[in-house]
């Protein structure tokens, strides 16, 4: 079993939509970690966080700390939301991260 | 700041031949870090750094070695290419020491296939 799950691994929305990604961890954490990835590879950092909620424009990520579960949240989806996205678990040695296996998002028009 | 950066971004390989991936920052980031990338995986650490001379194995570290004799540079060798290391290599780095609470900058990744 993975330390890091994320679920769904593909998503498929049509514009507009509202999309939930699920990421489950065994691991303690100091931080959760959510990054995109376009096709074409470049990765991006998205969101850390190790409690409560973060929002930035159309995407809001959660942690439940107590029950080892991060989600993120896309609302009025778009195309060009359409990517990879990956959780990743931060432990308490230096700068480690436990990497998901990534949730791809297609997004129609 | 031109960031992370990394050359090449292609590369093929014969099995048996040796190669180092380069990677630089630009940022005076103290921790810097390669993963590989392969389909139904996620991302592995091979080998990560906190400093200049100090470095450290990751999850799958075997066939690779590295060096770190500047803040910038942090160079990942490939001792005697095999076909499982064929991959999409990231360089990643990140502010300081402390916790893993800061955001990782990463590298656009270099393609390598070994024949």
């Known amino acids: 079993k993975n330390e890091v799950e994320q679920s769904p691994q593909n998503l498929t929305a049509q514009e507009g939509e509202f999309i939930t990604i699920n990421c489950s961890y065994s691991v303690g954490i100091s931080a959760l970690h959510w990054l995109q990835q376009h096709p074409g590879g470049g990765i991006v950092s998205l969101f850390m966080l190790s409690s409560g909620k973060k929002k930035h424009g159309r995407l809001i990520a959660t942690i439940n700390i107590q029950e080892k579960h991060s989600s993120l949240h896309i609302t009025a989806s778009h195309p060009r939301d359409s990517a990879v996205y990956i959780c990743?678990?931060?432990?308490?040695?230096?700068?480690?991260?436990?990497f998901g296996q990534g949730t791809i998002l297609t997004v129609h028009p | 700041n031109a960031g992370v950066t990394q050359t090449p971004k292609f590369q093929v390989l014969k099995t048996g031949q040796s190669m180092t991936l380069q990677c630089a920052q630009d940022m005076n980031h103290e921790y810097m870090s390669w993963y590989r990338q392969d389909p139904g995986m996620g991302l592995r650490l091979i080998h990560y750094?906190?400093?200049?001379?100090?470095?450290d194995q990751g999850e799958v570290p075997n066939g690779y070695n590295v060096s770190r004799s500047t803040t910038e540079d942090f160079p990942l060798r490939l001792l005697s290419a095999a076909p499982s290391q064929t991959s999409v290599y990231f360089c990643?780095?990140?502010?300081?020491?402390?916790?893993?609470?800061?955001?990782?900058?990463f590298g656009p990744g270099t393609r390598l296939t070994v024949l």
């Open positions: 990643a780095s990140t502010p300081s020491r402390g916790s893993s609470y800061n955001e990782q900058f």
């Open positions: 990743a678990a931060g432990g308490t040695s230096y700068g480690k991260l436990t």
């Open positions: 750094s906190v400093g200049a001379g100090i470095t």
